[in-house]
């Protein structure tokens, strides 16, 4: 049955299944390019005494710089941290703690230049409030940030994978809009 209507309907099929390809591969083409930005960063311990007794292997040292990375991580889950850093609307900023003081921040806009501001922001934010989130009793931060440099990357959809979505659901509009018409078609000459 369907492929009956398909059969009696072939132009109408193909023309709504090329009209829907062809307008995703305009979105594709005409919206605007998005940006991410990869900002890798480790917590550190700035001053580690010397001592001649046993270190137990920088245990200690370890045990603190992975609770200041927990830290950091916790500050991310907040909606409001995120929202406070935010640079544009359109800003979306994501966190993961990748190891004991390694933490990846993604950072995604629409333009380049919102996510330098972005990244920017969420440099100078970590580093203040890391290097005074502990104190030495001199007064000195007890641990920092390092940062490595950021990768800041274009984002786009693949060409041929927007064409066969475009493609798919061409073909599943044009049939659901077929079977309307051949059901609408059986009711009318139906009733007459």
Request: charged share 20%; glycine share 4%.
């Amino acid at each position: 049955m369907l492929y009956q209507t398909i059969k009696q309907n072939k132009r109408k099929f193909f023309l709504i299944v090329i009209a829907v390809m062809v307008l995703a591969l305009f979105f594709n083409f005409t919206r605007p390019p998005a940006y991410e930005a990869v900002l890798n960063l480790a917590v550190g311990k700035t001053n580690r005494q010397q001592s001649d007794n046993y270190q137990y292997d920088e245990y200690y040292n370890l045990q603190a710089i992975n609770f200041v990375s927990e830290t950091v991580h916790s500050w991310f889950i907040s909606p409001a941290l995120t929202v406070r850093l935010k640079t544009a609307p359109l800003v979306e900023i994501r966190e993961r703690k990748l190891a004991g003081q390694n933490i990846e921040i993604v950072i995604k806009a629409n333009s380049q230049e919102e996510v330098k501001i972005a990244v920017d922001k969420t440099k100078d934010f970590l580093k203040t409030e890391v290097e005074n989130l502990i104190l030495t009793p001199d007064g000195k931060p007890a641990f920092t940030v390092m940062f490595y440099p950021v990768l800041i990357s274009q984002k786009s959809l693949p060409t041929p994978l927007v064409g066969l979505a475009g493609l798919i659901i061409g073909m599943a509009l044009a049939l659901v809009y077929l079977k309307f018409l051949d059901r609408y078609k059986n009711l009318y000459d139906h009733n007459h």
